[in-house]
């Protein structure tokens, strides 16, 4: 693979095939540019458990906890889909304030709408400050949600490696940490961020809302393809195995590993642990047959040859955004590298 720019291929197509999409339905219900606005479909909104809903149809999966401080939202999705995004916020949650962004990782379709999904919410400060919320002043209030995520996360949009544009400033997090965990009490339950040092890129973080009992793990973990990994940004298999591993410890199913603790994926469908056990057999078994072919000195021409992924090709190589052949090679890149620092600080508040 040629090193990406700031924004990896499969997202960059991702995007494409999302505007393509919303270019032909435009075409099919004969709007037309000069009259109507870019058409904006509506996104779908599915109760999971507790206080967590998820939202989908902004890019990535989008995770929003609401309770009696406010609204905390985890990702925002694509830039184009962020006044979409704000209104299923709102339909959600009336008008809570939203106090909180939390970023999964730096990708555009987890990141996009942080500028204008921030510029919507109002924090919690200490002090003699006072904002509008709704149409009241309120005592102890600032204009613009915190925005919570590794500090990587910030190097990325700030300064991206390949040297593309950054993030605007706005859209930045505003609230970074480096150790390997966060902790944050909102809504009356604990939220755990995990941070896996090195899976989809190297600023994953798994946030576990521990009273609702639902995780969103960002693109460590999608239904709809193989796992990303963004080389480029930091990836890797080994990564992408631990994570997947440190889901399923923090899991706890209901009965025959059936149930129990929601795990929402980056993208596709709500999960449990036994989603995520099948997955994780599935990332090991491709890694250990790529490591394999390559110790004997394999091509990564020979690897895709060989076809390490062949039986679950149907299920998952039917992403175009993020094909079977990406993936192999993203195996290939990475599987000689470490899964990351191991843990030193886990445990630590703030
Ligand atoms: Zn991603």
Redesign the pocket.
Same mark, same amino acid.
Do not use: C, K
């Given at each position: 693979m040629t090193p990406a720019p700031r924004v990896p291929a499969f997202?960059v197509i991702l995007a494409l095939v999302a505007t393509a999409i919303a270019s032909s339905v435009a075409t099919t219900v004969g709007l037309t540019a000069q009259s109507a606005p870019p058409a904006t479909p509506a996104l779908d909104t599915l109760p999971v458990h507790g206080q967590v809903s998820l939202i989908t149809g902004a890019g +990535?999966n989008v995770a929003v906890q609401v309770g009696p401080q406010g609204v905390l939202v985890v990702d925002t999705g694509l830039e184009a889909r962020a006044d979409a995004l704000i209104g299923a916020i709102r339909r959600l949650a009336g008008d809570r304030p939203i106090r909180y962004i939390v970023n999964t =990782?730096a =990708?555009a &379709? =987890?990141t996009g709408g942080n500028l204008k999904v921030a510029a919507a919410g109002t924090q919690l400060v200490a002090g003699n400050f006072a904002a509008q919320v709704g149409d009241r002043a309120v005592q102890g209030a600032a204009p613009g949600a915190f925005i919570v995520a590794h500090e990587n996360v910030l190097n990325a949009l700030s300064a991206p490696k390949g040297g593309g544009a950054p993030a605007p400033f706005g859209g930045w997090p505003t609230d970074t940490f480096f150790q390997d965990e966060r902790t944050m009490y909102f809504n009356g339950e604990g939220i755990q961020l995990v941070h896996e040092p090195s899976a =989809?890129?190297d600023g994953d973080v798994l946030v576990f809302f521990r009273g609702s009992d639902v995780i969103a793990a960002? &693109?460590t973990y999608v239904t709809d393809g193989f796992p +990303?990994i &963004?080389v480029a940004a930091g990836g890797s298999i080994a990564g992408v195995v631990e994570s997947l591993n440190r889901l399923i410890d923090l899991a706890i199913s209901e009965q025959f590993t059936e149930g129990g603790t929601r795990i929402l994926p +980056?993208h596709g469908r709500v999960s449990d642990e036994f989603d995520v056990v099948e997955y994780r057999d599935m990332a090991t078994i491709v890694r250990d047959r790529v490591r394999a072919l390559r110790q004997k000195g394999s091509t990564l021409a020979q690897v895709l040859a060989a076809r390490p992924a062949f039986e679950y090709e149907p299920r998952y190589g039917t992403n175009r955004a993020w094909t079977t052949e990406q993936f192999v090679g993203a195996v290939y890149a990475s599987v000689n590298q470490p899964a990351g620092t191991v843990s030193t600080t886990r445990g630590g508040n703030r």
């Open positions: 997202v +990535g =990782h =990708h &379709d =987890h =989809h890129t960002g &693109d +990303g &963004d +980056g």
